[in-house]
């Protein structure tokens, strides 16, 4: 079984929508992020959270919301989706070390369309 | 300034060759870096990390050069099967240590 799951895989929406996307991880780590990807953007990060009662927005949360359920859980929620949030989301955990976080272990991605 | 640099590419080599790479960084105080491998609509998947001057493994080394603030992969003896893109993260420091993604390499390697 997969370290890290998201779903739904692919999801297609309508502008206004409420969407959620879930993330669950069996690593035990205590570090959880949200990025989304766009050609020629790279992976640009949404929210991440230190442990079940930290939330911090990453470089680009607008429009955005997180919750953290659990250690192993990081759901994010798009309240009224847009087209221009189309894109691929990857949720991501990763360790600490006293350098800072570890290798980043990323789910498989959740394709969203918005039309 | 962004604060983690890649050309894009594409690169477009031979099999066999040798291919580098470079990663420039902003923040002197960062300490830890990585390479990950992102294949097409794919997760992106580590391929090396870099806490001190470099590391290698097989084909793949990988080098710090701090005083020029920069992370370097060189590939050699290229296979078909190296053509991905190549992210290259930096966890800036900033109260808390954050990754920060480059807009990643590609790679094309051709027979």
């Known amino acids: 079984d997969a370290d890290v799951t998201q779903t739904p895989r692919n999801r297609i929406t309508k502008t206004g929508k409420r969407i959620m996307l879930e993330c669950s991880q069996t690593k035990g780590h205590d570090r959880m992020y949200w990025y989304r990807q766009d050609p020629g953007l790279g992976l640009r990060l949404i929210y991440y959270s230190f442990d079940v009662k930290d939330i911090n927005k990453g470089e680009i949360s607008d429009g955005y919301s997180v919750s953290r359920q659990a250690q192993a859980k990081f759901s994010l929620s798009l309240e009224s989706a847009i087209p221009n949030q189309t894109a691929l989301y990857f949720c991501?955990?990763?360790?600490?070390?006293?350098?800072?976080?570890?290798?980043?272990?990323f789910g498989p991605g959740t394709r969203l369309t918005v039309l | 300034r962004k604060e983690v640099e890649q050309d894009p590419g594409p690169f477009n080599v031979p099999e066999g060759a040798t291919v580098a790479f470079n990663c420039t960084y902003s923040?002197?105080?960062?300490?830890?870096f990585f390479w990950y491998r992102q294949d097409c609509r794919k997760e992106p998947k580590l391929l090396m990390s870099?806490?001190?001057s470099g590391n290698e493994d097989g084909r793949f080394t990988a080098q710090l050069n701090r005083a020029s603030q920069y992370i370097s992969l060189l590939i050699r003896d290229s296979k078909l099967s190296d053509s991905a893109t190549y992210l290259c993260v930096v966890n800036i420091v900033g109260g808390s240590y954050i990754p920060t993604f480059g807009r990643g390499t590609s790679l094309i390697v051709h027979p």
């Open positions: 923040n002197s105080a960062s300490q830890s």
């Open positions: 870099v806490y001190s």
């Open positions: 991501a955990t990763s360790d600490l070390r006293e350098e800072g976080p570890d290798t980043q272990y």
